[in-house]
Every structure is written in structure tokens, then in C-alpha cells.
T-cell receptor, first 114, second 113 residues
Framework: DSGVTQTPKHLITATGQRVTLRCSPR?????VYWYQQSLDQGLQFLIQ???????AKGNILERFSAQQFPDLHSELNLSSLELGDSALYFC?????????????FGPGTRLTVL | DAKTTQPTSMDCAEGRAANLPCNHS???????VYWYRQIHSQGPQYIIH???NNETNEMASLIITEDRKSSTLILPHATLRDTAVYYC??????????????FGKGTLLTVNP
């Protein structure tokens, strides 16, 4: 158990819908990272937040957005969902904003878009 | 971007050392090499990282060549639970003082009884 929690574990929705994935980092960790893992693309970095502010951006679509709240939990919002958005979404956390720190990954949310 | 090249798959006998190679010939002087593994759709797990010196922890050893163009992750006594996809990663500069980890396809290590 990494100490990072993600909810929900599974999510099934329809194309065009909007969903919110939630992540609680390990106690004391200030950075949260979001990743998408699909069968054809592998594990892709989406975005990083550090202490409430966006720190780094990866291959995140404009239909996706994220935020980190004062209590340091983070949410990833996915809108206008398409079939290709079906994937495992992982959240990770680390103590600081430096990627030199190891990242602790949560168990993931499996999103299925029908 | 410093990319990495790893074999798609490898086999290892239980109890033997598993040596997983990684090429990162375009790595720059201040870029670290990281290793993570992922056991069947679970969240990736950090193993080890290094810059230029060899590193060892309770999970594995990391051997980095002197020219830093390649590295080897060593699991000294592989067990069946070590069967996983192993990712060798070089962090990528993403602007300002920020970096990100870019995961490739990794190596599927299968430990056989």
C-alpha cells in the first residue's frame, strides 16, 4: 500500500459525458501527478500539481483539466468523453516538487467509455 | 528528450539474478536514470534511481556505465513476485525548473519456477 488513494476504482460511462477522478496523496506529500495508461499508448504523464499550483504539463488534452485543493487532494476532470479515453488513470504523489523524489502511485481508476 | 531503449521481454529463473539492460545514449550530464516496475495493472512502484555512481537498495542494484549511455538493473535473487514490466526512465525537462518522467514500453520480466 503506497498511501495514495484513488476513487472510484472503476467508472463506466457513455461518450460525451463528464467524469471526475479523485486522488488523495500520501500524508505530507505536496506534489500530485496524473498519468493515463491505455493499451496502445502505455503510461503517459498528464499533469503535475505542487502545493495547489500547476507545475508541469504533459500530454493532457484540452478536454481534460485538473486541480489541487488546499487540503492537497486532487481531481482530474474529463469531459466530452470519447471511446479512446478508456484507460487506467493513475495518480502519484511525492514529498516535494522535484521529480528527483520517488513517486508513489495509487491503485488507479479504470475508466470505461461506452 | 533523452529516450530509453529496453528489450521487450526477458525471462529469468527463480532464485537467479535478473539483469535488465537499458540504453539511454542521449542522456545529458545532469539527468537521472530511474527504474520503476508495474505488476499487472497495479500502480507503478519505484525501485531505484541514480546519476553516475552505482546504487544499491533493498530491492535492487543499478549499474550505470562510465559514459552514462546505458545502465543495468539487477535483481539479485528473482522471485515469482518480481514478474512485472520494468521501466527505465530518464527524466525530461519540461520548462523552468520542472521535469517529468516519461515512461516507455518497458521490459516484461517473467520469472519462471
Amino acid at each position: 500500500d503506497s498511501g495514495v488513494t484513488q476513487t472510484p476504482k472503476h467508472l463506466i460511462t457513455a461518450t460525451g459525458q463528464r467524469v471526475t477522478l479523485r486522488c488523495s496523496p500520501r500524508s505530507g506529500d505536496l506534489s500530485v501527478y496524473w498519468y493515463q495508461q491505455s493499451l496502445d499508448q502505455g503510461l503517459q504523464f498528464l499533469i503535475q500539481y505542487y502545493n495547489g499550483e500547476e507545475r508541469a504539463k504533459g500530454n493532457i488534452l484540452e478536454r481534460f483539466s485538473a486541480q489541487q485543493f488546499p487540503d492537497l487532494h486532487s481531481e482530474l476532470n474529463l469531459s466530452s468523453l470519447e471511446l479512446g479515453d478508456s484507460a487506467l488513470y493513475f495518480c502519484a504523489s511525492s514529498p516535494s516538487g522535484r521529480v528527483n523524489n520517488e513517486q508513489f502511485f495509487g491503485p488507479g481508476t479504470r475508466l470505461t467509455v461506452l | 528528450d533523452a529516450k530509453t531503449t529496453q528489450p521487450t521481454s526477458m525471462d529469468c529463473a527463480e532464485g537467479r539474478a535478473a539483469n535488465l539492460p537499458c540504453n539511454h545514449s542521449t542522456i545529458s550530464g545532469n539527468e537521472y536514470v530511474y527504474w520503476y516496475r508495474q505488476i499487472h495493472s497495479q500502480g507503478p512502484q519505484y525501485i531505484i534511481h541514480g546519476l553516475k555512481n552505482n546504487e544499491t537498495n533493498e530491492m535492487a542494484s543499478l549499474i550505470i556505465t562510465e559514459d552514462r549511455k546505458s545502465s543495468t538493473l539487477i535483481l539479485p535473487h528473482a522471485t515469482l513476485r518480481d514478474t512485472a514490466v520494468y521501466y527505465c526512465i530518464v527524466r525530461v525537462y519540461s520548462g523552468g525548473s520542472n521535469y517529468k518522467l516519461t515512461f516507455g514500453k518497458g521490459t516484461l520480466l517473467t520469472v519462471n519456477p
